[in-house]
């Protein structure tokens, strides 16, 4: 069995091995004479490129935090979200609850699946 400290000596050997072995490798490869000296110069960004996959991946990060599960124990016999409570207001009025909101939530939902909050999320990308 191999050990933490063992096993992190290991990697930060094999680490600089690579580190040491690309480094020589190039040095054998360049030619006698320096490159003449200019100003760098760099290619320029194709900003629609950059922007697409900006876009792309921030897509596929979102989408896995619109769907995560709030509840920890939702859908258990410990869940307290499951209880709800009713007011009946005088003079007719239409009863109020709080299963409304925590309904979606004591179902396992995540954010995309909760009332107004859920229907702004569509906005972002995934």
Same mark, same amino acid.
């Given at each position: 069995?191999?050990?933490?400290?063992?096993?992190? &000596?290991? =990697?930060? *050997? +094999? @680490?600089? #091995?690579? !580190?040491?072995? %690309?480094?020589?490798? /190039? $040095?054998?490869?360049?030619? &006698?004479? =320096?490159? *003449? +000296? @200019?100003? #760098?110069? !760099?290619?320029? %960004?194709?900003?629609? /490129? $950059?922007?697409?996959?900006?876009?792309?991946?921030?897509?596929? @990060?979102? #989408?896995?935090?619109?769907?995560?599960?709030?509840?920890?124990?939702?859908?258990?016999?410990?869940?307290?979200?499951?209880? @709800?409570?009713?007011?009946?207001?005088?003079?007719?009025?239409?009863?109020?609850?709080?299963?409304?909101?925590?309904?979606?939530?004591?179902?396992?939902?995540?954010?995309?699946?909760?009332?107004?909050?859920?229907?702004?999320?569509?906005?972002?990308?995934?």
């Amino acid at each position: 069995m191999v050990s933490m400290k063992r096993g992190a &000596g290991l =990697a930060a *050997a +094999a @680490g600089a #091995a690579v !580190l040491l072995g %690309t480094g020589s490798a /190039q $040095a054998a490869t360049t030619s &006698g004479q =320096a490159p *003449a +000296a @200019g100003p #760098a110069s !760099l290619t320029r %960004t194709d900003v629609g /490129q $950059a922007l697409n996959g900006t876009t792309t991946g921030l897509g596929y @990060g979102v #989408a896995a935090i619109k769907s995560l599960r709030l509840d920890p124990f939702a859908n258990s016999s410990a869940d307290v979200l499951n209880n @709800g409570a009713t007011v009946q207001p005088d003079q007719g009025l239409a009863p109020v609850g709080t299963s409304t909101l925590t309904g979606p939530l004591s179902a396992g939902g995540g954010i995309k699946d909760l009332p107004l909050v859920g229907g702004l999320t569509g906005v972002l990308p995934g």
